[in-house]
């Protein structure tokens, strides 16, 4: 019954998305730490897929348990990679945008730091929202009002 409360509603859905922030919390601290780098390439993950796969996960979800109830399996794409113990593989891309210097590093200091900006934002909102997901489930267990 636990295992079933852990996989219903939101709280895969947060998981995700926290599993996908952290990921791309990482490849950005990468690429700001390596801007001076020469022949450095930046690499990120893109958002826009994330969601896009993210959404079609959901669906399926919906569409085979009725509900909001059920192991939310991610789709396999060219950045996600889903393992069998639900947890997912990130592989990331070089984007295409930024101006390449004389050092041949592609950087552009600006999107690097709205990137890091908004995905710490996306982090700390889902954190929140599972940790009172969380909250809800012990209190509901522990039979307190």
């Known amino acids: 019954m636990i295992k079933d409360l852990r996989h219903a509603g939101s709280m895969p859905v947060l998981e ?3 599993a996908f922030a952290g990921a791309r919390q990482r490849l950005l601290a990468h ?12 690499v ?8 896009s796969a993210l959404a079609q996960a959901v669906d ?5 348990g009725g509900g909001a109830a059920g192991r939310l399996v991610m789709p396999t794409t060219d950045e996600i990679e889903p393992g069998p113990n639900g ?3 990130f592989k990331p891309r070089t984007p ?3 101006v390449l210097y004389h050092d041949r590093n592609n950087r552009d200091v600006e999107r690097l730091m709205q990137g890091l900006s908004e995905n710490a ?3 700390r909102v889902a954190g929140d929202l599972w940790r009172r997901e969380n909250d809800l489930l012990r209190t509901a267990i522990s039979q307190r009002v």
Do not use: C, E, K
């Open 87 to 89: 947890r997912v593989a």
């Open 60 to 64: 399926r979800r919906r569409a085979a």
């Open 96 to 98: 295409s945008q930024g």
């Open 44 to 51: 990120d993950l893109s958002v826009q897929g994330f969601r």
């Open 121 to 123: 934002l996306a982090y």
């Open 31 to 42: 690429n700001i730490a390596n801007i001076d780098t020469p022949d450095f390439r930046p």
């Open 16 to 18: 995700q998305t926290l």
